[in-house]
């Protein structure tokens, strides 16, 4: 079995972020995930920290690590200054890396989390932007937003936004000099190998569960609905 302790000793995340745990539990106390999931940050915390490779394996194949929100309230409450948050911010990298994301259901659905966040990011500078949350695709939005989303320019505009023009402003367009520079801070910093890494494990996964070619995207839908 890979050492998957020894790696995650290595990732600054957990230098930086756990120091003597002492199992006191207001990290879970705190957490709001925890109102809503069967999720503990101090299990996460104790299980790493015990070096057990096979639990830690069971972590990274959990469904557990994708309950996070990554709002580190856990740091603020910490009387040893650690921050969950960051391990398993860790944990998830591992995981994406390994391939072991896939044999969880919510680590499934970092596909999608690939094919729109990460793609966003690269093709026009933003995380999310309202030409790209199509009502179709996202009905949870409701009324208001269809109306939004077919009449954004002129809203946008009645706001004072600059809505995809050059120049300064929100939601301005974001030059393709800058996003070169972002694509370069990707390829360096190894952001385009893993998310090649995402697309290569979730298409191997997709074949396993018997999705033939071409229904990759039906594959992505999915998950998403598990």
């Given at each position: 079995?890979e050492?998957?302790?020894?790696?995650?000793s290595?990732?600054?995340?957990?230098?930086?972020?756990?120091?003597?745990?002492?199992?006191?539990?207001?990290?879970?106390?705190?957490?709001?995930?925890?109102?809503?999931?069967?999720?503990?940050?101090?299990?996460?915390?104790?299980?790493?920290?015990?070096?057990?490779?096979?639990k830690?394996?069971?972590?990274?194949?959990s469904?557990?690590?994708?309950?996070?929100?990554?709002?580190?309230?856990?740091?603020t409450?910490c009387?040893?200054?650690?921050?969950?948050?960051?391990?398993?911010?860790?944990?998830?990298?591992?995981?994406?890396?390994?391939?072991?994301?896939?044999?969880?259901?919510?680590?499934?659905?970092q596909?999608?989390?690939?094919n729109?966040?990460g793609?966003?990011?690269?093709e026009?500078?933003?995380?999310m932007h309202?030409s790209?949350?199509?009502?179709?695709?996202?009905?949870e939005?409701?009324?208001?937003?269809?109306?939004?989303?077919q009449?954004?320019?002129e809203?946008?505009?009645?706001?004072?936004?600059?809505?995809?023009?050059d120049?300064?402003?929100?939601l301005?367009?974001?030059?393709?000099?800058?996003l070169?520079?972002?694509?370069?801070?990707?390829?360096?910093?190894?952001?385009?190998?893993?998310?090649?890494?995402?697309?290569?494990?979730?298409r191997?996964?997709a074949?396993?569960?018997?999705?033939?070619?071409g229904?990759?995207?039906?594959?992505?839908?999915?998950?998403?609905?598990?």
């Amino acid at each position: 079995m890979e050492d998957y302790f020894k790696i995650l000793s290595e990732d600054v995340r957990i230098k930086d972020n756990l120091t003597a745990c002492i199992n006191c539990g207001v990290c879970t106390a705190i957490c709001p995930a925890a109102e809503y999931y069967e999720y503990e940050p101090r299990t996460i915390v104790v299980t790493v920290q015990s070096g057990d490779n096979q639990k830690i394996k069971e972590l990274l194949e959990s469904d557990t690590i994708w309950y996070c929100g990554q709002c580190m309230s856990c740091k603020t409450r910490c009387p040893r200054q650690n921050c969950p948050g960051m391990i398993i911010s860790a944990l998830r990298y591992l995981s994406q890396k390994t391939g072991l994301f896939v044999k969880s259901k919510k680590g499934r659905q970092q596909i999608y989390i690939k094919n729109s966040v990460g793609k966003n990011i690269l093709e026009i500078g933003y995380c999310m932007h309202p030409s790209r949350i199509n009502p179709d695709e996202h009905p949870e939005q409701g009324p208001v937003w269809e109306w939004i989303y077919q009449n954004r320019e002129e809203f946008y505009a009645s706001l004072g936004a600059n809505y995809e023009k050059d120049g300064a402003g929100t939601l301005r367009k974001i030059p393709n000099g800058v996003l070169d520079e972002i694509k370069s801070i990707f390829e360096v910093t190894g952001g385009i190998e893993l998310l090649e890494n995402i697309e290569k494990y979730s298409r191997i996964k997709a074949q396993e569960l018997g999705y033939k070619n071409g229904e990759f995207d039906k594959y992505i839908n999915d998950v998403i609905e598990e």
